[in-house]
């Protein structure tokens, strides 16, 4: 009897290791990395000019990427640097530094205190607009780079403010949306959005149209507001929490909201793809995918890089995917921007990838920086623009 108990044990043991290292094997299979392949390269993109933006964002969380307007590049560095790059050449127009001046004893040597940029730029009404992480909003002129004005608002400033009929709309860690005036800074009103106990580094860009500010929340909805006055309207909940901890039950919406005419498009970190009527909020059509990362629309597709680096191409009209690439699993893949025929994502190596728009296929690849690209490329005119973390940024065109 006690041999056999000892075998029974000795039984139990044996199955609870193997399943122990069953669900290790899993779980590093999970987090593995994908390692870059072989690809047929179609094409061979071409920098037309090539600057630096002070340190970029090193390591940090940022979502600073380049903005194009008025025939110039504007781009920022989390130090406080903002720069205008003819949008031709690359020459510097202008340049300003946001730091914060040193005010410690004199008789010792300091250094200039981080501005800790870390929303936009954005430009409208011939201005440029940023945001911080010690909740400053500024408004430079985007001829002379010239502070026009410089507001303070409740909270971190991780997203890119929006500009739309003259006002700036900036949403904060902290829940709070503010509509500034776009000519003064002066505040016109906020709304204050309830935050749960945990939620991920990242807040929605607000999205404006029809007289309405769209505006996804940490607690997984998508809500409108009116534009005159922060009256609020419909909401939607776009998450699905699941799992019985608190991370469990993240469900943030972080990407902005699109806005194609009457439809609106969002996407949860966990839950749902959602395409709504933009006056109603009533649900057109939900499919489960999961994403913090911008989402883009061409061709009647939606790309969408989703939490593992996958890429897929959805038909807008109806949910339906029209194609899925895995092959970049765990790389911190950006969110996609399309160039011409292409969908093109960067990666934490700091590789750009093509992606064919109607096969998903990389067909063509190029490194930019060692040190990683952590924010959507922009494409204005055909031009793509991407900044890596170390600050390089490149004007990139295709044969």
Known sequence: MQLLHKKILTTLALVLTLAACSSTDEENEELAIAELTEINQQFEPQVVWSESVGDGVEDYFSRLKPAVAYDKVFSASREGDIIAFDEKTGDKVWQIDLRIPYSGNAIFF?????????????????????????????????????????????????????FESNVVLVNTVSGVLTALDAQNGEELWKVEQDVPPLTLRGISAPAAASGGVLIGTPSGELTVYILENGQQGWSVNLGEPTGSTELDRVVDVDAKPLIIGETVYAVSSRGNLSSLELRTGRVLWQRQYSSFRQINIARNNIYITDVKGHVYAIDRLNGLERWSNASLTNRNVTGPAVQGKYVVVGDFEGYLHWLDVDTGDIVSRTEVDSSGIYATPTVANDILYVQSRDGDLKAITLP
């Not at 303070?152 to 929006?162: N, Y």
């Open 110 to 162: 300091g250094s200039d205190e981080s501005a800790l940029l870390s929303g936009g730029p954005v430009t409208g009404g011939r201005k440029v607009f940023v945001g911080s992480e010690n909740g400053d909003v500024f408004a430079l002129d985007e001829a002379s780079g010239e502070i026009l004005w410089q507001t303070k608002v409740k909270g971190e400033v991780l997203a890119a403010p929006t």
